[in-house]
């Protein structure tokens, strides 16, 4: 079965550090690896969305890597700001369940100004 | 662009009332989840559509009931509510056979309490 793991479970940062969350999951069949955002209140935002032939993908101050043969993948936010305090969450499409995201308990991340 | 739509927002019920919590998408994209989230569990899929008229089982679905006759609706239904029921509901959407590459979009979610 697999599971979803991410740690720490909460972070506090100051504004203007460099930092890495992370994702390890227990089966290396996925077809992607998916990295959100939630807001307080709030739905799920998409952020990154890896393919599982992919090692990583960047979008804006963001960095997510996967390395499928350790289960393993990072969410590197570069030059944290206080807007990105919230809670990430990563989920794996896993092989042969259509559509099937499983998730992870997701990191709570505090950037203080 | 409204996008997903979820309704009521705040939902208490007692037990054993049936309840109905609606998901409604404007984009037609051809997959709908309903995922549950609770402290402790993180999100877990409760059921999942494929296209309309086709459901499917996924990893809490006791409890809950799930139709879908057109494509941009896809209600879940609590047939007797029990307190272990008491969680925020998202629906999520995916684009028609793009599953694999495309991102999930979430609905802002239902918040239901159960007495």
């Known amino acids: 079965k697999q599971e979803v793991t991410q740690i720490p479970a909460a972070l506090s940062v100051p504004e203007g550090e460099n930092l890495v969350l992370n994702c390890s999951f227990t089966?290396?069949?996925?077809?992607?690896l998916q990295w959100f955002r939630q807001d307080p209140g709030k739905g799920l935002t998409s952020l990154l969305l890896i393919q599982s032939s992919q090692r990583e993908q960047t979008s804006g101050r963001l960095n997510a890597s996967l390395d499928k043969s350790s289960g393993r993948s990072t969410l590197y936010i570069a030059a944290s700001q206080p807007g990105d305090s919230a809670t990430y969450l990563c989920?794996?499409?896993?092989?042969?369940?259509?559509?099937?995201?499983?998730f992870g308990q997701g990191t709570t991340l505090q950037v203080k100004p | 662009d409204a996008g997903i739509t979820q309704s009521p927002r705040y939902k208490i019920t007692e037990t054993g009332r049936q309840v109905t919590l609606m998901c409604h998408q404007t984009?037609?994209?051809?997959?709908m989840f309903w995922y549950r989230q609770d402290l402790g569990h993180g999100l877990r899929l409760i059921y999942y559509s494929a296209a309309a008229d086709i459901t499917d089982k996924g990893e809490v679905p006791d409890g809950y009931v799930v139709s879908r006759s057109k494509t941009e609706n896809f209600p879940l239904t609590l047939e007797s509510a029990t307190r272990s029921q008491t969680s925020v509901y998202f629906c999520a959407t995916s684009p028609t056979g793009a599953v694999w590459n495309s991102p999930l979009h979430f609905g802002n979610g239902t918040r239901l309490t159960v007495t």
């Open positions: 989920a794996v499409l896993h092989s042969g369940n259509t559509g099937k995201l499983i």
């Open positions: 984009w037609s994209h051809s997959y």
């Open positions: 089966d290396s069949a996925i077809y992607n």
